[in-house]
């Protein structure tokens, strides 16, 4: 959507009156000395920076993100796990100018390349995160850090993660020596409507836009559940209930509805020709409209079985379509619905019971979804967990056997690296081993699937960012710098 202005009718009547007259005597002057024919302006407002809504092609807040330098680097004789469904024995994995050359058994090294010898050893995509809340909740975990939830109205669609994000949280470190390349960061779950969600590249920085993943989708958090009715019901004020909640979810899709209408209209007559006065911006129906479009991703905080039906069928009524469920800890009783409807679940092995709508998680739950063909996700959404998502994932695969569903590690990978990839909207550019990807790529010391595998060297963009065998050389956030210990 173009750049358009916002005037009061009168000030819009003024300005159109003006450069009327003056387009006109302009035009009446140069046609004396031409062929006397004269052209009728435009009576069109003129384009205002900041008054037209940012379309999901134009970003106020752009990335400044610039891959780091790297050489020509191959990974040989290594296990590799692509998460495209192969797992390559004595394989090698080939980096070049940010990206995945070429990955196979039958690879041979570019003449030049920094050789690693990844015997014993296994390879994976970069670790993703799909639900964090890192730089908005950072450590340490005191008030003043506490940016994470404007639990100040059910509806804070207007407000951005982005603007939130402390890059020098201590605990991006900590992930990226997890192997965590990318992450979705979230605003909290205590309102219907959230916020915009942001993702990022582990990459050390000094700002917030030094990290934003370029072209990454924009997301829409919104929550259903025990926090925003617990939050606000509280409070004596809607939504005090679940179906409290359902209606404040329809209300404000409704006004959003309405909001693009306007919108949509004042672009038809200006295409026209006509005269037209652009609506107001409001940046919370902005952003819902964003999703309307298409343009913005629905990151649905949702436990229950029941709840995440009834928000499928919200959707439904006012036509936009849910990325994926977070935490979703019943998912796996509605796995054909969620099938059917292609959502993805974000979500956990090990917690469950912490609160009513959270006891009968099961750690079964991501391959019990998995043999459904359901997009699943291992996700942190807190700062320990982040760290190790794939042990997580271990804990999630090793229950899934014992059920007796024996989920391939070659299928078990894509929790922690395609499909929150999938979730973000970024997996045609990172998430799997294939050649033009991204290089964002782990070297495990072993079997990733094992509690005992440390991320030995990390790479984003092809740039090692976190080498296990030089601590020394790994980014230190200032907050740990003259920490005792070496900080968090």
Known sequence: MRIRSHLTPTQHRSRIALASSALVLTLSLSACA???????????????????????????????YRPRPSVTTAIVNATILTATGLQIEHG?????????????ADVVPPAGAAVIDGTGKWVTPGVIDAHSHLGVFPAPGVQGHADGN??????????????????????????????????????????????????VKNVPAITEQAMKFPGAPYVLKIACGENPKGRYGSRGRAPATRMG????????????????????????????????????????????????????????????????AVMIDVSKEFGYKTRAFHHAVEAYKIADLLKENDICVAIWATRWGFKMEAYDGIEENAAILTKKGVCVAIHSDEQRLTQRLNVESAVALAAGRRAGIDIPEAEAVKWFTANPARIMGIA???????????ADVVLWTRDPFSVYAIAQKVFIDGALVHDADAPQNNHRSDFEL???NGGL
């Open 150 to 199: 404007e639990n100040i109205d059910p509806n804070t669609a207007q407000v951005w993660a982005e603007h939130s994000i402390w890059p020098q949280d201590p605990v991006f470190n900590k992930a990226r020596a997890g192997g965590v390349t990318s992450l979705l960061i979230l605003p909290g779950s205590a309102n219907l409507f959230g916020g915009r969600g942001v993702t």
């Open 245 to 308: 909640e359902v209606a404040g979810f329809r209300k404000a899709w409704i006004d959003a509805a309405e909001y693009a209408r306007k919108w949509d209209g004042y672009e038809r007559k200006r295409e026209r020709g006509e005269a037209a006065e652009a609506p107001k911006r409001d940046l919370a129906l902005e952003t819902m409209a964003g999703v309307l479009k298409g343009e913005i991703l629905v990151q649905n905080h949702c436990y229950r079985a029941d709840e995440m």
């Open 482 to 484: 003259g920490q005792p």
């Open 92 to 104: 090698t994995v080939v980096m070049e100018g940010g990206r995945i050359l070429a990955v196979g």
């Open 34 to 64: 031409t062929n006397g024919k004269q052209t009728h302006p435009s009576t069109e407002s003129a384009p205002i920076a900041g008054t037209a809504p940012a379309a999901g092609a134009t970003d106020p807040y752009p990335s400044t």
């Open 428 to 438: 045609d550019r990172t998430g799997t081993l294939e050649p033009g990807k991204n």
